[in-house]
């Protein structure tokens, strides 16, 4: 059987070349599922923009228990995401991964429905705590679904499509809230809430046209249906040789699974017999290195780092924030469009990490030598404050650099990386354990980062640099997946295992 398998992964590179016919199905069911990253990255630009709102601090909050619902607010969304992620393994193995958007986006769409009725702070929490829940299971199930019904020519560039709804959406975010900030009424908090709600509607509705996952159909005894569904993917009649080569490829590759039993459990990711430990390791690897990079600290607190920076005036220092946005959409089109499947996956891990040691490195030297202490002009407080002008403009050169290298780097590859190189049985937990390190990973580095840019400006980005450092020594030994299909990711490991055991 595993001749079959090495045939037929032999076999479909050869078959699938330039002259196939532009295959709109598949780009239409990926754009289509993509734009749950849109929904996702909304909230994410708008929730700290109406916390500001003055009419809805009124109505939630005291000056004195302000600074504490704050965090909660915005901590219960991260959690709840994280233990959706976590959760979303069994969903999608047991109800699929299309039924598990639906189920992740409506529990969202709840969430949202609590926020904008916004009856006492109790329902805005319940709102969060819903909407968090829906946010990490669809978040999860969006990517695993892309993966695997994405052809590996260009795999990479599906699913970088949810990153790049997910940056849009950040954008949105932003500036639809800044609009509805000059409304006298409470629809200044609702109104970007009701967009969300809105989109997230007509999303569940298109949901339910996508066709279920050929894998995930053909795991589950309904090859007929799963061979359709490729056969709609590739624009191919069913009996077209490549249709039939991939579907005997996942087939093939499915019955070798059963081997090992019908039960899939999260142990199994851990055991040292095959290559489920190795792939584990290089998933969470990606993972948390994403998080070490230092672009967490610069999506939360840029205003403030431009701030330390020298830029007094909250206008410019906003506007500079949206440029880096709009600067991430487009180094995440850029990606999107040739650099993931042109240069692959491993390539462009070493070119982020390379330029994220670079800029962390020079921007906390910046603070180091030239970050002053003084008072703030509206407290009494001390701030760390960059006076020298030609200081004050590199470090933000670099943030500017650091967020388009991140957008069209780690910010498109570790979603495709990560999506891949689980084996099929084990792909959906492995998921969702990946994900939710990588919550937990953005709660720790979000909460801490304050104390600690109270406590010395330089140090955090030094912290960062020399993880990118050490992220960058790590990328050198994880295999290229680039221009694979996920059945052939699969044979590469265990073929790499087996001639190891083997000597």
Not at 76 to 101: E, P, Q
Not at 245 to 257: G, N, T, Y
Not at 279 to 305: E, K
Not at 395 to 410: E, K, V
Request: glycine residues 8%; hydrophobic residues 50%; charged residues 15%.
């Amino acid at each position: 059987m595993s001749d079959t398998v090495n045939l037929v992964s032999e076999v479909i590179p050869l078959l699938i070349n330039r002259s196939m016919p532009f295959r709109k199905s598949v780009y239409l069911y990926a754009l289509v599922a993509a734009i749950g990253g849109f929904v996702c990255g909304y909230d994410t630009g708008s929730i700290s923009s109406i916390i500001a709102l003055p009419l809805f601090q009124k109505r939630f909050f005291t000056s004195n228990t302000f600074a504490y619902y704050e965090s909660i607010l915005l901590a219960s969304y991260l959690v709840t995401s994280m233990c959706g992620a976590f959760f979303s393994g069994y969903f999608c193995d047991h109800i699929g991964r299309k039924n598990s958007i639906l189920l992740g986006s409506s529990l969202l769409l709840l969430g949202i429905l609590f926020e904008i009725l916004g009856l006492n702070l109790i329902s805005l929490l319940l709102g969060r705590f819903i909407g968090g829940l829906g946010t990490g299971l669809m978040t999860n199930a969006i990517l695993l679904y892309q993966s695997e019904i994405a052809p590996s020519d260009i795999r990479g560039r599906l699913i970088s499509i949810f990153s790049l709804l997910s940056v849009f959406g950040q954008m949105m975010g932003y500036f639809v809230t800044f609009g509805s900030s000059y409304l006298t009424s409470h629809w200044c908090w609702r109104l970007p809430w009701m967009v969300q709600f809105v989109t997230c509607f007509f999303f569940i509705l298109a949901i339910c046209f996508l066709p279920y996952s050929p894998r995930w159909l053909i795991d589950k005894g309904k090859e007929k249906e799963g061979l359709q569904v490729l056969s709609r993917l590739h624009n191919l009649p069913r009996e077209h040789k490549i249709v039939q080569a991939e579907f005997l490829d996942v087939k093939e590759l499915i019955k070798a699974e059963r081997i090992l039993g019908q039960g899939r459990t999260y142990a199994e990711l851990f055991e040292r017999s095959g290559s489920s430990l190795k792939r584990t390791l290089y998933a969470f690897f990606i993972s948390i290195a994403t998080c070490f990079t230092g672009n967490v600290i610069i999506s939360y607190y840029a205003p403030q780092i431009f701030k330390n920076a020298g830029l007094s005036d909250v206008s410019a220092s906003l506007a500079l924030t949206g440029g880096i946005g709009l600067l991430s959409l487009i180094f995440t089109a850029l990606s999107l469009q040739w650099w993931i499947d042109l240069w692959g996956r491993k390539a462009l891990f070493l070119v982020g990490s390379f330029l994220s040691t670079i800029c962390m490195i020079v921007i906390g030297f910046m603070f180091h030598f030239y970050a002053v202490i003084t008072n703030s002009e509206e407290s009494d407080v001390s701030v760390v404050i960059v006076k020298n002008s030609h200081a004050r403009w590199l470090i933000i050169s670099c943030m500017f650099l650091f967020s388009a290298s991140f957008a069209g780097t780690w910010g498109v590859a570790n979603y495709v990386y990560t999506a891949e190189i689980f084996s099929t049985r084990c792909r959906a937990k492995g998921l969702s354990l990946t994900y939710a390190i990588s919550w937990a990973g953005s709660i720790i580095i979000t909460y801490c980062t304050p104390f600690f840019l109270n406590y010395t400006v330089s140090g955090v980005f030094f912290f960062f640099g020399i993880c990118s450092i050490l992220t960058l020594i790590g990328i050198v030994f994880i295999p290229e997946t680039k221009g694979k299909t996920l059945e052939q990711i699969d044979f590469m490991f265990d073929n790499h295992d087996h001639d190891n055991n083997s000597k």
